[in-house]
Nanobody, 123 residues
Framework: QVQLVESGGGLVQAGGSLRLSCVSSERAFNRHTMAWFRRAPGKEREFVGHISWNGNSTYGADSVKDRFIISRDNGKNTVYLQMNSLKPEDTAVYYC????????????????WGQGTQVTVSS
């Protein structure tokens, strides 16, 4: 079974930055789309963005696309989420997920998930 492990979360002031990492045990990591989702307190899990298997295509949700950058290092089986200009409304548990397909935005479309890392943005 594939394991995904997120790290890099923490407490940051509004306007600050954090970089999340997600390491996958998937042997065919370089064939998988990687995505980030988040769940804020009392809300449903929502799509943040995804990156294609080769890193050539990325897509971000409207709420983050001017502030967050997704990248990957296939040699390290790792995907990153660089979060800049953080806002209190970005406070959430952030999850990475993977799937062979590209272009899906709902959690049910992804077959493997990490346990999440908490990001808290203070005002």
């Amino acid at each position: 079974q594939v394991q995904l492990v997120e790290s890099g979360g923490g407490l940051v002031q509004a306007g600050g930055s954090l970089r999340l990492s997600c390491v996958s045990s998937e042997r065919a990591f370089n064939r998988h789309t990687m995505a980030w989702f988040r769940r804020a307190p009392g809300k449903e899990r929502e799509f943040v963005g995804h990156i294609s298997w080769n890193g050539n295509s990325t897509y971000g949700a409207d709420s983050v696309k001017d502030r967050f950058i997704i990248s990957r290092d296939n040699g390290k089986n790792t995907v990153y989420l660089q979060m800049n200009s953080l806002k209190p409304e970005d406070t959430a548990v952030y999850y990475c997920a993977e799937d062979l397909r590209l272009g899906y935005f709902t959690p049910s479309e992804y077959h493997s998930w990490g346990q999440g890392t908490q990001v808290t943005v203070s005002s």
